[in-house]
């Protein structure tokens, strides 16, 4: 089953589990993740996250199936605590500052948004079976805290597929004995 997640309405709630979304270095405990609203909400200025010590985010996304991520959308203030930086990272679940340290997966410079209309791209071929993201804020446009209001983001659900435990045996080297080969006819090769 495949969902497109239309910049975080509400199928994109089932393909995100809001309760595990984590996020480090805000101010108040919990509204990193009222960031992540219905697209016709993105407009409710009363909800926001906030950083604390400096103008660093950290954002780790727990799915709840597979994400073929195609954008991102980040609304922000008209002043200095506008996000100026993205870093992306897939599949890296608990991550902390430290990881954030580490080549990201897609990096954005980031123009001010104060409605949220600005779609970022991502490379689909590099985001095409995400279970987890992490979306780093690593600098804004000089302010010492960053504040966002909203966070969307674009592609497509799959319900996730578990796999068993398959219990197979191979054979390190062929026992010539099982696998006899029976000739009808008998053959000569002759070396000249």
């Not at 930086?85 to 997966?105: G, I, V, W, Y």
């Amino acid at each position: 089953m495949i969902s497109t997640i239309l910049l975080t309405t509400t199928k994109f709630s089932t393909a995100q589990s809001l309760v595990s979304l984590l996020c480090l270095n805000e101010r108040r405990e919990g509204s990193g993740a009222s960031v992540f609203r219905a697209w016709e909400e993105r407009g409710d200025r009363s909800q926001f996250v906030e950083s604390d010590e400096d103008e660093e985010l950290l954002f780790n996304v727990p799915f709840t199936g597979n994400v073929k991520l195609k954008a991102v959308v980040v609304m922000g203030d008209d002043d200095g605590t506008h996000p100026a930086e993205m870093r992306l990272f897939k599949n890296t679940p608990h991550m902390s500052f430290d990881d954030a340290a580490r080549e990201p997966d897609q990096m954005f410079s980031l123009n001010r948004d104060i409605t949220g209309v600005l779609e970022y791209p991502t490379k689909i071929a590099r985001f095409s079976n995400v279970y987890h993201l992490s979306i780093h804020i690593s600098k804004n446009f000089g302010a010492e805290t960053t504040k966002i209001f909203y966070i969307g983001l674009k592609g497509e659900w799959t319900e996730a597929r578990r796999h068993e435990v398959t219990i197979c045996n191979y054979e390190a080297a062929a026992n010539p004995a099982d696998h006899k080969l029976e000739q009808l006819m008998p053959q000569t090769h002759f070396i000249s």
